[in-house]
C-alpha cells in the first residue's frame, strides 16, 4: 500500500503552486474595458445594451437584462412575479443560500422539497407534495450545471397556476431535450461571479420571453424606473424600488466573455472528461451520473464518496487529499463544502432583519413552517456524500488533473486497504469538523 501524505508519505502534489482558479482575462477583455474607460462611460450605457443583446442571442430568447449579481438577478424575477408576504416559494435545499434567502426579500415564505439524489436537482414528486394553496412559485437550481428535470416541474406549474424561475447561475449553456436552461421557465437567470463560467468580477443577468415580466424586472432592478422613459426618469410606478444595477465596466467585460463561452464550456468539459475517464473505476467513489434529459455543463467537478467501503466519512477524506496538495481545507467553511440550506441556523432558528421572526411568523402568512433535519432526507444525505473535489477551470492543465485523480486514486485505496485490515480513520481535527458541523449545534440549542 502506498504511503498516504497523511501518514508520512510523499505528498502527490508538493512544491507546485496552487491550483488555478483565475478569471479567464485575454487582451479582448483588457481592450474592452480600456475602451469604456477611454470613453469615460463608466456607468450602464451602450455596452451593457450590447452585452444583454449578446446574452439574449446565445440563450435564443427575447430579453435579457444584465444586473449587479445573481442573487439581485433571483430578487428582480421574484419581485416582477407579484411575490410577496403570505406567498410560499418552493426551494432546493441542496443549492446556495441565495437560491433560498431571494424568497425572504419578497417577504414570502421558501418551503424546501427534496432532491433527486442521483442529479441533486429538485425532485419533482416532492415539489407536487409541497405545494399548498399558497404556493406561488417553484425555484429549481440548475446545480453544478445539471439540468433539472424541467417537464414535470412546468406541467405543475400550469396546473396550480405557479410561476418557475431557474436558477442557471452554475449552468449557462445546459440544455434540457435541446433547450437551453433559463429559456423553459419563465425566467432564467445567471451569476457571472469570478469563478462561475462567465465571469465580470460581480455580476448576473435574467432571460426571459416575456414583454411583461421584462418591463416589470427592468423596473426593479432600477428604482423601479419605467425603461421607455429612461435611466434619469424618476418612480413611476410608485412601487417598492432598489438599485441593481451593473456598469459598462463589468459589461464590456461581459461581452467579451459571451464571445468565448462556447469554448470556455467546451475546455470545462473536456477537463470534466479526463477527470472522470480516470476516476471511474476508483473504489469507494462514484462519478455523477448524467441526466438523459439534456447535457450537462460543467460549473465544479463533484464526486459522490461511499463512507461504508471507504471506512470514512466525508471530511477524513478531505483531509487526506489536502496532504496530497491536491484540495484546499479553506474550502470547509465555504459554499464548497455544501450543507442542506434548511439546516442553516438562519431557517432553523427563523432569524428576520431587526431582530424579528419576520416574514417567517409573519401575520399575513396562515401556514407554519419548521426548518431543521429530516425534512429533506436525500439533500441530507447528499451532503454527507458528494465532495466538491475541484474546479474544471479552463487554465488547468493535463498534469494538475493528473494530480487531483491521482490524488482521490490513492487515497481512496489505501482507505478501502484500512478498512479491510480493521484500521479506524481519525485525521480530522475537531477544529476542522467544528467547520462542518455548526449546523448541527445550532439545532442543538
Ligand atoms: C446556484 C447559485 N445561485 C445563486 C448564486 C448567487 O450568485 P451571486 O454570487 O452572483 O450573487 C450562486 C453563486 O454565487 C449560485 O451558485
Redesign the pocket.
Known sequence: MERLAIDGGAAVRSNKPRMLENDIFEQEELDALMEVARQKKLRRAEVTLEYEKAIADYFGVKHAIAV???????HIALAAFGIGPGDEVIVSPY?????DT?VLEQNAIPIFADVDPRYLTLDPADVERKITKRTKAIIP???LGTPVDMDPLMELARKHNLWVLE?????PGATYHGKRVGTIGHVG?????S??ITSTG???FVTTNDDDLFEKMWGYQDFARKRSLGMASKFHWGLPCTNYRITNLQAAIGLQQMRRIDALLAKRDANARYLTNRLQNVPGIQVLPKPAWGERVY?YYAIRIQPEMLGSDMLNFAVALAAEGIYDLSYLGT?RWIIPQHMQPLFVNKTGYGGTKCPFECPWYDGHVEYGPGLCPEAERACEQVFWLSSVNPLLQVQDLDDIATAVEKVANAFVDKKRAGIPIHYATNDQRDKIEFMERVYQK
Open positions: 449587479s449579481s445573481g442573487t439581485t438577478a433571483l443549492t446556495f443560500v441565495a437560491s431571494c437550481v440548475h446545480i436558477d442557471c447561475a452554475q449552468a437567470t445567471f451569476s457571472t461571479i469563478g462561475k460581480e455580476g448576473g460549473y459554499s
